[in-house]
Nanobody
Framework: QVQLVESGGGSVQAGGSLKLSCAASGNTGSRYCMGWFRQAPGKEREKVATIYTRPPYTHIYYADYLDSVKGRFTISQDSAKNTVYLQMNVLKPEDTASYYC???????????????WGQGTQVAVSS
């Protein structure tokens, strides 16, 4: 079992920045793909960014992003702190959503199904 707790959400004006954090606890000794998802009211959940490593090359991070956030958002991971971050810059009103951290096993093709989810943190961007 892995427990995930998000923090860092808030309200900002368009063009501003926020940094979300996801602290993982529990069976964090296993290798997981970590991801950030978001869901806006009335819309489907979408995968924003993912990150994973492949032992023994744990200094190499593989990251992927939703097209609409490429160049603006950056996902990173501090393994020593069991924490994953999402740095969000040049925020737009359409980034307004509840953001969720998730974890799942790393498969042969990278990230797959996400088994563990946090409670979410709200991000509101005003124009």
């Amino acid at each position: 079992q892995v427990q995930l707790v998000e923090s860092g959400g808030g309200s900002v004006q368009a063009g501003g920045s926020l940094k979300l954090s996801c602290a993982a606890s529990g069976n964090t000794g296993s290798r997981y793909c970590m991801g950030w998802f978001r869901q806006a009211p009335g819309k489907e959940r979408e995968k924003v960014a993912t990150i994973y490593t492949r032992p023994p090359y744990t200094h190499i991070y593989y990251a992927d992003y939703l097209d609409s956030v490429k160049g603006r958002f950056t996902i990173s991971q501090d393994s020593a702190k069991n924490t994953v971050y999402l740095q969000m810059n040049v925020l737009k009103p359409e980034d307004t959503a509840s953001y969720y951290c998730a974890a799942g096993p790393v498969g042969s093709l990278g990230c797959g199904k996400f088994d563990y989810w946090g409670q979410g943190t709200q991000v509101a961007v005003s124009s």
